[in-house]
């Protein structure tokens, strides 16, 4: 008689523009395959690919898009055809899919596409002439809009190592709120979040890291259902923030300070001197990092144990290498 093997927990979902994982849907019957989604970011998430301009029934291959008009309200174009409007169908698509992709913990979108791209896509005057700095695609807008706290971002900032360490610090928070949510949520669970993610915060956003932490102070005061998506907003706005040199050694220290009793004076300096010479951008984060987990498996701090500075995503992702 065998026995059934325990299921693994469900991975975390990721939308992506389809092209970028080798989907032959661009406007030439092409892709743009991304070796970071596809051999990298592949082990640990699952995707959920999206082309809307397929999805309102552009063909493949077929004429191209433009953001034609005025910043405050571009319209979508097609090229050839009379330049008729899909501007309506693609804000109605990306305002359905907001709906429906529920699960999902990030969004990956097609950089300088007029239905995907999130910034600087080419906005063109009525006369042809480009309008600098350029708009964001209908698609992402109408999206992001219904979805303002979801961790999104463009492939081609992804190459940026602080950009794509952020965004991934923030897709796993993410999935973490989520998975909180599903079993349902508390004050005590709510606080135990926050607890987790203090040094997170401090490295992101010192200011809104104190201010979340007085509001948490309330939480008694007002019911769960309202309090709990307002910190949750203001709290992926945070950590929206990319972390710097500066704040991170901040956190180093705070984080070396529970060591202060354990350590020789050798030891001590030791940290120091990484931790110095991290902030002077002289060696990578991971450096000063690995030093304090060795030290604190030697010796072990509860509280420390469970903050999530330590590793907020897989340590094969080696995210903290280049930062």
């Known amino acids: ?144 809009a219904a979805r303002p706290d979801l961790p999104v971002e463009e492939e081609g900032r992804l190459n940026d190592p602080v950009i794509r360490e952020n965004f991934l610090t923030r897709v796993f928070a993410y999935a973490a709120w989520q998975r909180l949510c599903e079993e349902g949520l508390t004050r005590r669970a709510v606080i135990g979040f926050h607890s987790r993610y203090k040094y997170q915060l401090m490295a992101h956003n010192p200011r809104q890291y104190s201010a979340l932490g007085q509001r948490l102070a309330k939480i008694g005061d007002q019911p769960l259902e309202g309090f709990a998506p307002d910190y949750f907003r203001d709290f992926m706005q945070a950590l929206g923030t990319c972390a710097t040199r500066g704040t991170h050694s901040n956190v180093l220290q705070h984080l070396a300070g529970y060591l202060k009793h354990d350590l020789p004076s050798t030891d001590k300096a030791e940290m120091q001197r990484l931790i110095d010479q991290y902030r002077e951008g002289v060696i990578p984060l991971v450096v000063p990092l690995t030093l304090l987990k060795h030290h604190f498996r030697l010796h072990p701090h509860p509280y420390i144990d469970a903050q999530a500075y330590l590793q907020p995503h897989p340590e094969d992702l080696s995210l903290r290498n280049a930062i």
């Open 1 to 144: 008689m065998s026995t059934a093997k325990p299921s693994s927990p469900p991975r975390p979902q990721l939308a992506i523009s389809a092209c970028l994982l080798g989907e032959p849907v661009r406007y030439n019957g092409g892709h743009k395959a991304s070796r970071l989604c596809l051999d990298v970011l592949s082990r640990h998430f699952d995707f959920i690919p999206v082309c809307p301009e397929v999805a309102i029934g552009l063909g493949v291959p077929r004429p191209t898009l433009r953001l034609v008009g005025d910043r405050d309200d571009p319209r979508a174009l097609i090229q050839r055809e009379g330049g008729r409007d899909v501007s309506e169908a693609l804000g109605d698509f990306g305002r359905k899919q907001a709906g429906l992709l529920q699960d999902i913990c990030g969004y990956i979108f097609m950089q300088q596409s007029p239905s995907c791209g999130l910034q600087r896509v080419k906005l063109y005057r009525f006369d042809g002439q480009l309008r600098p700095p350029g708009a964001r695609g209908l698609y992402a807008e109408a999206f992001c």
